[in-house]
């Protein structure tokens, strides 16, 4: 059974920062790309960060980019979002999600990641 699990999440204030982590039970999580999305209540849940399984290469959100960066460790299943200077407009619910046979022209959309964690709240106070 697939299980994505995040946590991190918490309450700071802006300028800070957080590290958000997604601990992955899925087989070959090498071979998957993983993503971060972020939703705020009556929105779309919207891309912030991926990588992509070949080659580790990073993908960001135009609202993000410059202040968080994802990463991850294959030997230990796990995905990282490190996110500094956070802003109040950065308070969501942060999902995590993973699949194959993602690359660039998908990286960004929703519907191409069929595994899915519970979510972490962020919240940034200003």
């Known amino acids: 059974q697939v299980q994505l699990v995040e946590s991190g999440g918490g309450l700071v204030q802006a300028g800070e920062s957080l590290r958000l982590s997604c601990l992955a039970s899925i087989h070959n999580f090498a071979l998957h790309s993983v993503a971060w999305f972020r939703q705020v209540p009556g929105k779309e849940r919207a891309f912030v960060a991926g990588?992509?399984?070949?080659?580790?290469?990073?993908y960001y959100s135009d609202p993000v980019k410059g202040r968080f960066t994802i990463s991850r460790d294959n030997a230990k299943s796990t995905a990282f979002l490190q996110m500094n200077s956070l802003k109040p407009e950065d308070t969501a619910v942060y999902y995590c999600?993973?699949?194959?046979?993602?690359?660039?022209?998908?990286?960004?959309?929703?519907?191409?990641?069929?595994?899915w964690g519970r979510g972490t709240q962020v919240t940034v106070s200003s």
């Open positions: 999600a993973a699949g194959t046979g993602i690359g660039s022209t998908t990286m960004m959309s929703r519907k191409a990641y069929p595994f």
């Open positions: 990588i992509a399984w070949r080659g580790g290469v990073t």
